[in-house]
Structures are given as C-alpha cells and as structure tokens.
C-alpha cells in the first residue's frame, strides 16, 4: 500500500534505489475494482520483473491479498500462487471475512494446502473492521487450521486499533507469529470503523514518528520475523514515500535494542545505492 501507483518494475526500482532489500506486490485486489497487479507464469511482464528484481538486488518477500470470503474458490488463485513463487516470494497474506468459523478455518487450511505446494506461507492479518478482527482471533483461526505453513501477521496500525498491545504477541509460538508491518500513527483511536479505514488506507505516519510502541513491538517479534513498511500517506507522491519510509524505519531499528537483525528486515542497510 505504500506506493500502489507505482507498477512491479517501478516498484521494485524505486524501492532498491533507496536501500530496501524487498518488495511486496498486489497482485490480486483487495476489493472490487481495487488496483492489483497480475502476476502470470511465463509472461513477457513476469520475465521482465524477474530480471529488474535481480539487477537491483531486490527480492520479493510477499504477494497479496486474498480475503476469505463465503463461496471462495481456492483453487483458482493457484497460477497466482505459482507466479509469486516463481519470482521468489515467501508467503501470502490473506484476510477472514466469513462469519462462519468452522468454513473460514477450513478455507484457511486449503489455501494453506494450496500455498505449501509452491513453498508459501500464508500469513492471515487482522483488522478491526473485519471478521477476523483481533490478534486472538487471528491466532485461533491458524492453530485451528493446524497447518505448518499458516501464520498471523501483525501490523502495528491494526494491532493498537484493535485494541491490542505488544506484550500480547508473547504468547504466540514463533512458528505462528512470522511478519509484521510497521507504520506509526496518533494516539487517538478512530471512532468509527469507517474511521479506522481511513486511516489504514491515507493517514499514516512514517515509523518513529508517532505514539504507537514500535520499540515495544520489535523486541516481542520473534528474531527472524520479517519486516515491511506499509505506509500510505496523503501529500507525498509514491517515490517520496516510499524514500520517507526507508529512512524513518532505518533510523526506528538503528534506535533500537535487541530487534531482528539485518538478515530477517525487508529495511536493512545497504552498500551506497546508485543514483536514480
């Protein structure tokens, strides 16, 4: 969400330049009409995005975003699966948005069948105005699931405005706690849902420069967790941002004691980037 505007190749160019070392892509809209980028194995987009990921020494971490609706058709995201997989993404986020729990669990668990024959996780994040709405209830949904590559993700933003608090992620295994999105934000908690999404989607903070416990978050991730930085913002165009987002995560985990090394961030520093 930081730069949606902005294509895979663009995408990936921009985010290297600034010292990312990966990238997430839309491949599948996360509402009707939404902005994604389709990803198809074999096509002259896909070779060309494999070759931009390697000359600038970005890698794909995630593709998303899959909400588990009543009546999904699992099977059918399986080229999108494969595509993902082909360009060396780890996992899939995903979203529950069926109020039956028992069909939501078992949708969860075969699209986690689905993912683990291209080698992915598939990370369910939460959000308040969701079904799947709390860390307890994202964490019930995986180990009910009971699969090996299912796993929650947690965003800074949709942690707090759900309520939640870093020292709730201790009671998480590390096997189903394995990502997390940071972003910084006010204090003050949306009123509405409708309020809560609009914030999510344009009224952000750059992270470390707002009143959401990030240094308190980082150290209750396990070591390995993967990092990202989701930051849409009004006033900035996709570049800027993406820029601004960089250099306000590095200066948030340089501050930090006892985070998730280099190796385990989507932000770690890099040797001098080339011009633009």
Same mark, same amino acid.
């Given at each position: ?98 109020? #039956?729990?028992?069909? =939501?669990?078992? $949708?969860? +668990? /075969?699209?986690? &069948? *689905? @993912?683990?024959?291209? !080698? ?34 947690? #965003?800074?933003?949709? =942690?707090?405005? $759900?309520? +939640? /608090?870093?020292? &709730? *992620? @201790?009671?998480?295994? !590390? ?38 416990? =990030?240094?308190?978050?980082?150290? /209750?991730?396990?070591?390995? @967790? ?51």
């Amino acid at each position: 969400m930081t730069a949606l505007d902005l294509s895979p190749p663009e995408l990936a160019k921009a985010a290297g330049r600034v010292g990312f070392a990966a990238i997430g892509l839309r491949a599948h809209p996360a509402m009707a009409g939404g902005v994604a980028y389709p990803l198809r194995t074999g096509s002259r987009a896909q070779r060309q995005l494999r070759t931009i990921l390697a000359s600038e020494g970005v890698r794909l971490n995630e593709i998303e975003f899959i909400q588990l609706t009543p009546g999904l058709d699992v099977a059918s995201f399986a080229p999108m699966l494969e595509a993902g997989a082909e360009l060396g993404a780890a996992a899939v986020t995903v979203s529950g948005d069926d109020a #039956d729990r028992a069909r =939501l669990t078992a $949708s969860f +668990g /075969a699209l986690c &069948d *689905l @993912a683990g024959r291209f !080698g992915l996780r598939v990370d369910l994040e939460f959000m308040r105005w969701r079904v799947v709405g709390t860390l307890a209830q994202a964490e019930a949904i995986v180990r009910q699931a009971g699969r090996p590559n299912g796993a929650v993700l947690v #965003d800074a933003l949709h =942690l707090s405005r $759900s309520g +939640g /608090a870093p020292r &709730d *992620l @201790a009671a998480l295994p !590390g096997q189903v706690l394995r990502a997390a999105q940071l972003c910084d934000a006010g204090a003050a908690q949306p009123v509405t849902d409708a309020d809560a999404i609009a914030e999510a989607r344009e009224g952000r903070l750059p992270p470390g420069e707002g009143a959401l416990p =990030l240094a308190a978050l980082l150290r /209750a991730l396990p070591p390995d @967790a993967a990092l990202s930085v989701e930051l849409p913002m009004r006033g900035l165009d996709a570049r800027s941002r993406i820029a601004r987002a960089y250099v306000a995560t590095r200066r948030l985990l340089d501050g930090t004691a006892a985070v998730p090394g280099p190796a385990a961030c989507n932000a770690p520093s890099r040797p001098q980037h080339r011009d633009p």
